[in-house]
């Protein structure tokens, strides 16, 4: 599959253990160069976002049980969990990936960190999930 997402595990800047107190100092991160448009998606429980493609590339670090669909270029549609085990990942998505993401919590509220290299523009409604 050529166009999918792509996902590097990244790391916390620094951990308090004593409190699970967590810091990510996003500035760090290796796209921030390419970074032209930021938004922080708050998904209250069991709520879907996106449903489209468009011509941007996007990463995300996402806090809480988010899953991502994106279908592939057959139209078979797969999924990755977002913060698997409270890990962090930087998921680059694609331009032109047709993509959603949806909090799999019935009862916790999440957030999505979305980086973006230009302001969203064409979007194309596209059911995913």
Known sequence: ?????????????????????RVLNWKEL??????????????????????????RTEWYICFGDLILYWLDE????HQKCLNPKGRLLLVKIPPFLAHAVRNRSATNSALLLELADAHQNHVERIKVY
């Open 1 to 21: 599959m050529r166009n999918q997402p792509i996902v590097t595990p990244i790391s916390y800047s620094y951990i308090k253990s004593d409190q699970d107190i």
């Open 30 to 55: 290796p796209v921030l160069e390419a970074v032209k448009d930021t938004q922080i998606i708050y998904f209250s429980a069991s709520t879907v976002g996106g449903n489209h493609r468009h011509p």
């Open 74 to 77: 057959t139209g078979k549609r």
